[in-house]
Each structure stands twice: as C-alpha cells, then as structure tokens.
C-alpha cells in the first residue's frame, strides 16, 4: 500500500517570495511522483512529475520538486510567487501493481498582493 | 482535443432523487477514472475502467452509487436516491497509453448539491 502526506492544508504567502509545499510518501516499492494544481472550479491539472533520471524536475511556470528517495519527500518549490499561483496543489504517487495514483489531502497556496 | 468533458456543470436535487453524471473521456484513452472532491474527504477515487470494464470500484460509498462505461466515449455515474451527504464535486479523468505511470487529465468537474 502507498500513501501521501501533506504536511500543510493552507500556505500564505506573500507575492514574489518563495515558497514550498511539503509532500512525503510512503511505499514499498519503487515510485513514481506527481504534482497536481487545481485553479478555482476546474479540474486538477498536471504540473510536474517525477519519473526516472534527474531528481529535480521543472513545471514551465517556474516550480520545481525534487525527488528524495531517502527522506521519502517531494517537495515543490517556487523562488518567487505570483498571484496567479493562488490554487489548490495535490501531490500524488503511483507505483506496484497497476500503478494507481494516490492522492495527498492537497495544499491550498494562496498569495496575497 | 476538446478534453474530458463533464456535464452537468452544476446540479442541484433534492433528497431521494435519481442523479447521473454524466462524462465523455479524451479520444483513444482506455482508462477511466471517477473522482469525488469534498472539503472533509478530499480527493477519493470512486470507481475506475479499463477498456469500458470495470476494474476497481472499492471506493463506491454503497449500493446508492453505480458507474457505467458502455462504449469507448461515454460513462455515467449514478446515484439513487440521493442524500445530503452525496453533495460534492464529481471529477472525471481519463488516462491513455496504459496505466504505466503518466498524466491523468481531468474534466472540469460536475458539483452536487443535494438539499
């Protein structure tokens, strides 16, 4: 069986700082990782996602997460937030036997002006 | 590709009535997934299928709920009767290529309110 955590429900930030939202998993076997945002009233959308090879991976809007196989984590990262970041962020992890995605609690970023 | 497409939108009931959701999966994708999103619960997989046949429906909460796949672009998830807990955002999403790791992509949702 495999699990999501994350760490914190809601995240305020300021715009323009940095910011990272905390994801940790468990699982016996090998994984695969995702980040997931949803804007108000639509559907999830993928963001990044964590394969194989290079442990940090990059979103086209300037996140990033880093897979950490020791620490069993997937945090996401971003070095300047905008107002437009302001969504709902889920980690999710697939692995084993039919590769499932599960799903964490989410992350509600929300970025004050 | 018009994506997956959810109806309806929005769809508010009253307690003990038949409610179906209904979706359309992206063309050529042999899985698909229904979701439902609440403040308390999150995120929860309901059902999924692949190839129309359903593989997985553990998450469906109880007899209330059925899910239908019967061609390769339609699927509909039923709720009858309805109560005032089935309130939530229906999420459907569809995945090609195998279930091997990859990208889900979700519609844009069906929110019920049952009153």
């Known amino acids: 069986a495999q699990s999501v955590t994350q760490l914190d429900s809601q995240v305020p930030v300021f715009e323009e700082a940095p910011v990272e939202l905390r994801c940790n998993y468990s699982s016996s076997v090998s994984v695969y990782l995702f980040w997931y945002v949803q804007y108000p009233n639509q559907g999830l959308q993928l963001l990044l996602k964590?394969?194989?090879?290079?442990?940090l991976v990059e979103s086209i809007n300037g996140f990033e997460a880093e897979f950490n196989k020791s620490q069993t984590s997937f945090h996401l990262r971003k070095p300047s937030v905008h107002i437009s970041d302001t969504a709902e962020y889920f980690c999710?992890?697939?692995?084993?036997?039919?590769?499932?995605?599960?799903f964490g609690g989410g992350t509600r970023l929300m970025v004050k002006p | 590709d018009a994506g997956v497409i959810q109806s309806p939108r929005h769809e508010v009931t009253e307690m003990g009535q038949e409610v179906t959701l209904r979706c359309k999966p992206i063309s050529g994708h042999d899985y698909l997934f229904w979701y439902r999103q609440t403040m308390m619960r999150g995120l929860e997989l309901l059902i999924y299928f692949n190839n129309n046949v359903p593989i997985d429906d553990s998450g469906m909460p109880e007899d209330r709920f059925s899910a239908k796949m019967p061609n390769a672009s339609f699927s509909t998830l039923k709720i009858q009767p309805s109560e005032p807990r089935d309130s939530a955002v229906y999420f459907c999403?569809?995945?090609?290529?195998?279930?091997?790791?990859?990208?889900?992509?979700f519609g844009e949702g069906s929110r019920l309110t049952v009153l």
């Open positions: 999710a992890v697939s692995g084993g036997a039919g590769n499932m995605l599960t």
């Open positions: 964590y394969l194989s090879g290079s442990t």
């Open positions: 999403a569809s995945k090609g290529g195998g279930l091997k790791a990859g990208e889900l992509f």
